[in-house]
């Protein structure tokens, strides 16, 4: 009799993302000028399946935070209850956004990395203009919900869901009816999200495979100081801050918050894309750790769009970088200007790799810094994007877990429970009787 137990989720996880590493390494080392190997395998086989995994993602975004969304809503009583956990959920993230920019300024001044660098040779940048703070708040508003939907617009998805949700609550009983089948067919996403997220091994294999065979350890090397500085600061945040938030709101364990926070941090790391791993991270918020539906349904995807700590300690820290490179001095006020800025410019953002750079040119031109210094730290930022999505993903779970304890919609026996959520990760094809 076979009793040997299956291997986790996460450590399948885990298996293809250091499986993926390794083949990308190898495949630099021992195939760099092949051909065949480059073509069919690297751009053909990883590209494909690593895009095709990403794309299955996204693919749950709209429906999983309309339909989860429609449900939390229609489900309140009283629309009061909406409004305080809004004005909750907004005022944390743009607290913990200013912490993060705030902790990177200060980590860059300490440790200097840009001393002695020389940008000169550096190239241009394209720097982008920044909305101002009434067109993104008008931005938020769908005129075509349908059309929100199709272009994955996620701010606009949420006023919409929210605005039905309210509807079908006062609606009475045809609302009842809708609200049903709503919750069914919240149901059916989330187990499609179980689906998907059983694949993920060979999707993040392929992700880790295809970046580690094209990512230049020489970019990092020149770096150093900078990717460490960096690197080290995101880490300090998402493990320290979070957990004094969570245990000085809230009592929980940080401990057993990271742990099953796991799942979710790979697939943020691996994808780089905090909007992609919105499925992941709400089914980690609801099954895993507790939280009601109504409140993870809309603290987990305006996370997700407004909540950008890594980003902003990566602007934090490359504007001390390309200051102390080009030997500018910043003043007290250029520092505000930079936390004011840096967290007004993460609302409204899309949550898709690359973005943070588009942020950064708003930033530096705030302060006057030259852009150029951009295309320097360009060599590193796809590791380092992959690095500050994870830490995002945890910020808009730690704040979820702190607003639902708030408002008495968290299960600390379902917290505190090592294996909760994992039935929820298995998926049954039940076979019809004949």
């Known amino acids: 009799m076979n009793t040997k137990k299956p291997m986790s989720l996460t450590g399948r996880v885990i298996l293809g993302m250091v499986a993926g590493i390794l083949t990308g390494f190898a495949i630099r080392t021992l195939f760099a000028d092949n051909g065949f190997v480059d073509t069919y395998i690297v751009n053909g086989l990883f590209e494909v399946g690593g895009q095709i995994f990403v794309a299955s993602l996204k693919m749950l975004v ?56 020389d940008l000169t040779a550096a190239s241009s940048f394209k720097s982008a203009d920044a909305p ?28 919409f869901a929210v605005l039905f ?4 609550s006062a609606a009475g009983k045809p609302g009842e009816r809708i609200a049903d089948f709503f919750s069914d067919l919240n149901e059916v996403i989330m187990k499609l999200v179980a689906i998907l997220m059983n694949l993920a091994p060979f999707g993040v294999f392929f992700l880790m495979a295809k970046l580690f065979t094209g990512l230049g350890l020489g970019a990092i090397l020149n770096l150093a100081e900078y990717f460490l500085v960096l690197a080290g600061t995101l880490i300090l945040h998402g493990l320290v801050t979070y957990s004094v938030m969570l245990k000085g709101f809230t009592g929980l364990s940080p401990i057993t918050f990271l742990k099953k926070m796991e799942d979710a941090i790979m697939f943020a790391f691996s994808t780089a894309s905090s909007n992609a791993t919105i499925p992941v991270t709400m089914e980690t918020a609801k099954n895993r750790m507790g ?20 980003t902003a300690i990566m602007q934090g820290v490359a504007t001390a970088f390309i200051a102390q490179a080009f030997n500018i001095d910043l003043t007290m006020g250029d520092y505000l200007m930079v936390i004011m800025t840096a967290t007004l410019a993460s609302i409204g953002t899309a949550g898709v790799p690359g973005v943070g750079l588009v942020m950064l040119a708003m930033v530096l031109n705030q302060v006057g810094l030259p852009l150029e210094g951009i295309a320097l730290i360009m060599g590193v930022d796809r590791l380092l994007d992959m690095i500050r999505t994870a830490v995002n993903i945890t ?23 090592p294996m909760a959520g994992v039935e929820e990760e298995e998926v049954h094809l039940k076979r019809s009787e004949a």
């Open 62 to 117: 709209v429906p999983l935070v309309f339909v989860s969304l429609v449900c939390g809503t229609s489900s309140l009583k009283d629309l009061s209850t909406l409004g305080r956990m809004g004005g909750k959920t907004i005022a944390f993230y743009v607290t913990t956004t200013a912490v993060a920019i705030t902790l990177a300024l200060t980590m860059g001044n300490l440790f200097q990395p840009g001393a002695g660098a």
């Open 132 to 159: 101002s703070l009434g067109q993104v708040i008008i931005d938020m508003f769908p005129t075509n919900p349908i059309s929100a939907m199709a272009e994955g617009k996620t701010l606009q998805v949420i006023v």
């Open 165 to 168: 949700g309210i509807a079908i």
């Open 291 to 310: 939280v009601e539906n109504r409140i993870s349904s809309f603290t987990v995807p305006l996370g997700a769009t407004v909540n950008m700590d890594g």
């Open 395 to 417: 910020g808009d779970s730690a704040v979820t877990v702190i607003v639902a304890k708030s408002e008495g919609a968290l299960n600390e026996e379902r917290f505190n429970d």
